[in-house]
């Protein structure tokens, strides 16, 4: 979609779109109501300032919506509405061999034990075994810590997705 048509859309339609980048419904909301957008960079400096502006249970909410890394049946069920936007985030995982696999998985129900959500990363052109490495890294964080982390990790992902989904004018 070009900037001119997400400028256009309808505030449903809009947020719709928004939702598809991060699932943090405050956020959306913010992002939806901000348009008309000047440009692509203004659309991802509001998106980083209305990220700014959230709080714990926004970026819990933004977490919930993203699969575990490594678990390719909650990748298929969780990006299903998300496919354009979402789709070679997680090609690490997918080309990981079986023992990376587990060793993700099992750390990521590990971490989500531990701190309440999943493990985030922006794991665009990570290869599984450095997701396994910053996992091992970050698990025994506070979940204070994690939750910013994860949301700083969360913006990035967010930013990928607007851009994966705005084409030139």
């Known amino acids: 979609m070009t900037l001119t048509e ?3 859309l309808s505030p449903e339609t809009a947020e719709h779109f928004f939702a598809q980048t991060c699932a943090a419904q405050r ?5 939806q109501a901000q348009r008309p957008y000047a440009n692509v960079p203004n659309v991802l400096q509001q998106a ?8 714990q249970d926004d970026f819990l909410q933004a977490f919930d919506a993203h699969p575990m890394i490594g678990d390719m049946s909650s990748l ?7 496919k354009a936007m ?3 985030e997680q090609d690490g995982a997918s080309q990981a061999d079986e023992a990376t ?5 099992k750390l990521n129900l590990a971490y989500k034990e531990k701190h309440g959500f ?3 990363i922006c794991a665009s052109g990570l290869s599984a075994k450095t997701m396994l490495e910053e996992i091992e890294k970050r698990i025994d964080n506070t979940t204070a810590t994690e939750i910013d982390i994860a949301s700083k990790e969360q913006i ?6 607007i851009l994966k989904g705005l084409s030139d004018e």
Do not use: G, P
């Not at 956020?27 to 992002?31: E, L, N, Y």
């Not at 298929?76 to 998300?82: D, F, N, V």
């Open 6 to 8: 997400l400028n256009n």
């Open 27 to 31: 956020w959306v909301t913010k992002m």
């Open 48 to 55: 980083k300032t209305h990220w700014q502006d959230m709080e």
């Open 76 to 82: 298929r069920e969780k990006y299903a509405s998300t």
């Open 86 to 88: 979402a789709s070679h």
């Open 101 to 105: 696999l587990q060793a993700l998985q």
């Open 118 to 120: 999943i493990f985030i």
């Open 156 to 161: 990035k992902i967010t930013m990928l997705r």
